[in-house]
């Protein structure tokens, strides 16, 4: 069960940046937070412990799969999940291996923005 999440430096800059174009994107990241919250293994899997999940941008009005992707790590031994990187997917189609690398180290030295959940009966 999920217990904290954790935004990545560089999934922050990301979201401010898309956020400016599509107005919804705070609520479309609240909408599959819940949806990982319950199901934190939906998605592809990518290397190194990372999935890319689809994101339905409501203002953009395509739908999951001419929307965006979101870059997760589930780290199931921490009950942690955080989210590494956020796209849209008409800017690019991947995110290169090196490039996620990074971020997974950047995480790993503590440059992220915890959110703790609280859960009933745990």
Do not use: W
């Not at 599959?32 to 409501?58: C, D, T, Y």
Request: net charge positive; charged share 30%.
């Amino acid at each position: 069960m999920i217990k904290e999440i954790r935004f990545s430096e560089e999934f922050d800059r990301a979201f401010k940046r898309l956020k400016k174009r599509y107005r919804s994107l705070p609520d479309d990241v609240k909408k599959l937070l819940a949806s990982l919250v319950e199901n934190p293994e939906q998605g592809v899997e990518l290397h190194n412990g990372l999935r890319k999940v689809r994101i339905s941008f409501a203002s953009k009005g395509h739908g999951k799969r001419g929307g965006g992707r979101v870059i997760i790590q589930l780290a199931v031994t921490e009950d942690c999940l955080t989210f590494v990187y956020i796209y849209d997917k008409s800017d690019m189609d991947n995110v290169s291996d090196k490039f996620l690398d990074q971020v997974i180290i950047d995480v790993g030295e503590g440059r992220y923005t915890p959110l703790l959940i609280n859960v009933p009966g745990a």
